[in-house]
């Protein structure tokens, strides 16, 4: 899903839905069927986020803006860089552990 080194690697988002949509099944499935997993999980935290009154929906939309950058990149560049690689081996459960900070969710929502 986020290819390590090669842009010719991407799949495109017609191959993404095609790809997800033979591997889920119920909610999920139904949920998922025109936006990829991703997407949907980082959109969900974001709602959940604001919702459950964590952050006021101004703070979660700065987390769209990168001003907080670092000499040699973003400064999250190490933990996002963790949550692909683990996203690309299927263990998804490493978003929750980054859930609750709208920098991180936001910017692998543009990231895909």
């Known amino acids: ?30 949920r998922q069927k025109f936006i990829p997993k991703v997407m949907d999980i980082c959109l ?10 964590i952050y006021d929906p101004s703070e979660v939309l700065e987390g769209f803006i990168l001003n907080d950058t670092v000499k040699d990149g973003y400064k999250h560049e190490d933990t996002l860089k963790k949550i692909k690689q683990a996203i690309n ?21 543009l990231d895909f």
């Open 1 to 30: 899903m986020f290819p390590e080194e090669e842009a010719s690697l991407r799949l495109s988002i017609k191959d993404i839905i095609k790809n997800q949509l033979t591997m889920l099944h119920g909610d999920e499935r139904i």
């Open 44 to 53: 969900s935290k974001l709602y959940q986020l604001v919702d459950g009154g």
């Open 89 to 109: 081996k299927g263990k998804w459960d490493l978003i929750n552990e980054y859930s609750r900070d709208p920098e991180i969710i936001a910017q692998l929502f």
